[in-house]
């Protein structure tokens, strides 16, 4: 749901995410921010159904790398230590999303058994 959520959140708060798109993006911000707003839904979707959940799962760990660029974006807008005007999100923010994101490209391709982790497994006497 969390997908879902998050691309839901590109259509209401458009203005807002068109901020943090990279200037080096060649396409119209806005409509950068919709697409990707519909690509979250659709891997959500995806994720849900048992035929796509493995191409939702690869789909949404690229995707989560290609925005990648925009978090750090936003976190150089907000922070004044990255020269930013510090009237946004605070660091408290930034730096747990920033650290946060292999995570999630981790735990999407995990969730939907395209890499395995493998659990180290403790003897009864520790």
């Not at 203005?15 to 200037?23: F, G, H, K, Q």
């Not at 989560?64 to 004044?80: E, F, R, S």
């Not at 747990?96 to 735990?107: E, Y």
């Not at 395209?114 to 659990?119: H, N, P, S, T, Y």
Request: hydrophobic residues 55%; positive net charge; glycine residues 8%.
């Amino acid at each position: 749901m969390f997908y879902a959520a998050a691309g839901l959140a590109h259509f209401v708060f458009t203005d807002a995410m068109v901020r943090i798109v990279p200037a080096w993006v060649p396409w119209d911000a806005a409509e950068v921010v919709r697409t990707t707003g519909i690509a979250e839904l659709l891997g959500a979707a995806g994720l849900m159904t048992r035929k796509w959940r493995l191409t939702a799962g690869w789909a949404l760990a690229l995707y989560a790398l290609c925005v990648w660029p925009a978090n750090v974006k936003h976190a150089m807008i907000d922070l004044t230590w990255l020269g930013g005007s510090g009237r946004g999100l605070s660091a408290w923010y930034h730096v747990p999303r920033l650290l946060a994101q292999p995570l999630l490209i981790a735990w999407a391709l995990w969730a939907v058994g395209a890499v395995r982790i493998d659990r180290v497994e403790r003897s009864p006497e520790g």
